[in-house]
């Protein structure tokens, strides 16, 4: 299973970044796939997160409103449109799937090697 994430970069506060997450060597709409983040000295945030088997998706209180997760099955592509970034949102962004369709944290699974987002103030 591979994922490589691409997008990142960095941007002025109150702009705009999209996120794409390539998947690979599995069947893609079979499992939960989103996104978490790390900033220095921080902890993994799970930030989003969309479901395999209805659509639903889960959203981090700190970027509800502001991102917005998506995916494309046709090309194994799972985004993340992100909004109204603010300098709190620097992060390394990471692509997760999960063992099951559904989200959740204990169900992790594979990991992607990270985009940096970096948001200047």
């Known amino acids: 299973e591979r994922l490589v994430e691409s997008g990142g970069g960095l941007v002025q506060a109150g702009g705009s970044l999209r996120l794409s997450c390539a998947a690979s060597?599995?069947?893609?709409?079979?499992?939960?796939i989103g996104w978490f983040r790390q900033a220095p000295g921080k902890e993994r945030e799970d930030v989003s997160c969309i479901s395999s088997s209805d659509g639903s998706t889960y959203y981090a209180d700190s970027v509800k409103g502001r991102f917005t997760i998506s995916t494309d099955n046709a090309k194994n592509t799972v985004y993340l449109q992100m909004n109204s970034l603010k300098p709190e949102d620097t992060a390394s962004y990471f692509c997760?799937?999960?063992?099951?369709?559904?989200?959740?944290?204990?169900?992790?699974?594979?990991w992607g090697q990270g985009t940096q987002v970096t948001v200047s103030s």
């Open positions: 060597g599995f069947t893609f709409d079979d499992y939960a």
């Open positions: 997760v799937t999960y063992k099951y369709r559904s989200c959740g944290r204990r169900w992790l699974n594979y």
